[in-house]
């Protein structure tokens, strides 16, 4: 059952299409506001890239992760852009920029001091809602990794929490855990 997005939440959609953010900075639109983000910088950008050689090495071959893909929540209109994503490799074929949150598989998030809060609290909301199987919450702050699954009415039903240097085991499709000491 979906729900339909109201006027001010197509208006938003509308208003973040012709946005031109200055150089480094992106456009997700997150509880209904536009919030307009400093692009990751070198520590965090780190731990995305070596997490993306991590998960490479647990993935099928049919499926791919992006770093720069923006998730669509069709439930609400709302916009993320994730640190990392896992796609169907067959979405990237297309030329778009928007992607249905309900076609990737794992959402990551890696905390920085200015949107701790918002991937603490709204995002995982907001991924439930788009109904990601997984999100994953790279908690540098307190040096946790949360995994958030099984997504019901905007609610993730588990949840996983290792301190960073453990083993974390990840749902299917994925084939193997990944070890967050060699990441972080």
Known sequence: MSTPVSAAEHD?????????PPEGYRVEIIAANLVVSPTPVGPRIKIA??????????????LEIAQTATLVIPHTGERYVPD???????????????????QALLAVEITSPGNAET????????YALGEVPAYLLIDTEH??????????????????????????LLPHPFTGPVDTARIV
């Open 12 to 20: 938003l959609a509308a208003l973040a299409d012709h946005l031109d």
């Open 49 to 62: 890239s070596r997490l993306q050689y991590a998960l490479r090495d647990v993935l099928t071959p049919d």
């Open 84 to 102: 990392l994503v896992v796609l169907p490799e067959t979405l990237l074929d297309e030329h778009i920029w928007k992607f249905p949150a309900t």
């Open 119 to 126: 991937d603490r609290v709204k995002k995982p909301r907001g």
């Open 143 to 168: 040096g946790r990794w949360t995994l958030f699954e099984e997504p019901e009415r905007g609610v993730y039903q588990r949840q996983t929490q290792v301190n960073t240097g453990a083993k974390l």
